[in-house]
């Protein structure tokens, strides 16, 4: 079945900067476009970046352009997304998604808190 598992969030000041990683398993990842998204207390899941299969062509929401960099490693079937020059406004529960058809695949989620 398909698995999507993230890591590397955590605790990190403002300015800072962290990579987060979302491992995948049980479909064939080089295939499809990947996303993270994130949500932050109290608001609505939000999109942050998509990568398409090749990895060659990148979109980024506008409150994070030229902060964060997706990217993914087609051999190691794993996502990843830099953070850098890091806000509190940044601190959310950050999900990979997998969009296959009709169907939305998401992990569990890893924890960015950006604070002093």
């Known amino acids: 079945q398909v698995q999507l598992v993230e890591s590397g969030g955590g605790l990190v000041q403002p300015g800072g900067s962290l990579r987060l990683s979302c491992a995948a398993s049980?479909?064939?990842?080089?295939?499809?476009?990947m996303r993270w998204y994130r949500q932050a207390p109290e608001k609505e899941r939000e999109w942050v970046a998509t990568?398409?299969?090749?990895?060659?062509?990148?979109n980024y929401a506008n409150s994070v352009k030229g902060r964060f960099t997706i990217s993914r490693d087609n051999a190691k079937n794993t996502l990843y997304l830099q953070m850098n020059s890091l806000k509190p406004e940044d601190t959310a529960v950050y999900y990979c998604?997998?969009?296959?058809?009709?169907?939305?695949?998401w992990g569990k989620g890893t924890l960015v808190t950006v604070s002093s």
């Open positions: 998604n997998s969009p296959q058809g009709a169907i939305d695949y």
């Open positions: 049980g479909f064939t990842f080089s295939n499809y476009p």
């Open positions: 990568i398409f299969s090749g990895g060659g062509i990148t």
